[in-house]
């Protein structure tokens, strides 16, 4: 099996900046692709972003966070990155992260495309 394993989130007031990360182990270290995703109360899961693993250049964004948030990884420790700047109350959700074992380019954008999922972990953005 494989696990991936989000951190970071936390409460932070609008404006300010955050980094999650993601640390894959195991099936899930052999990755194609990582994403981003999130879920804010009574709302559907959306995409954020998402990186392929061996061409860390190629990457793709959501509109809504595209030039506040960067997804970078570190292949040596298996973890992927998602640096968030700017936030505002609306980017509150808990955030997850998932593997896509398959050869996907450009990374796709769609949850139930990616094989592995982690347990998500909580931004609140205060205004």
């Known amino acids: 099996q494989g696990q991936a394993v989000e951190s970071g989130g936390g409460l932070v007031q609008a404006g300010g900046s955050l980094r999650l990360s993601c640390t894959t182990s195991?099936?899930?270290?052999?990755?194609?692709?990582v994403g981003w995703f999130r879920q804010a109360p009574g709302k559907d899961r959306e995409f954020v972003a998402a990186?392929?693993?061996?061409?860390?250049?190629?990457?793709k964004y959501a509109d809504t966070v595209k030039g506040r948030f960067s997804i970078s990884r570190d292949s040596a420790k298996n973890t992927v990155f998602l640096e968030m700047n700017a936030l505002k109350p609306e980017d509150t959700a808990v955030y997850y992260c998932?593997?896509?074992?398959?050869?996907?380019?450009?990374?796709?954008?769609?949850?139930?495309?990616?094989?592995?999922r982690g347990q998500g972990t909580q931004v609140t953005v205060s205004s």
């Open positions: 195991g099936r899930a270290s052999r990755t194609s692709a």
């Open positions: 990186i392929n693993w061996r061409i860390d250049s190629i990457t």
């Open positions: 998932a593997v896509d074992l398959a050869s996907q380019l450009p990374p796709k954008t769609a949850w139930s495309t990616y094989d592995i």
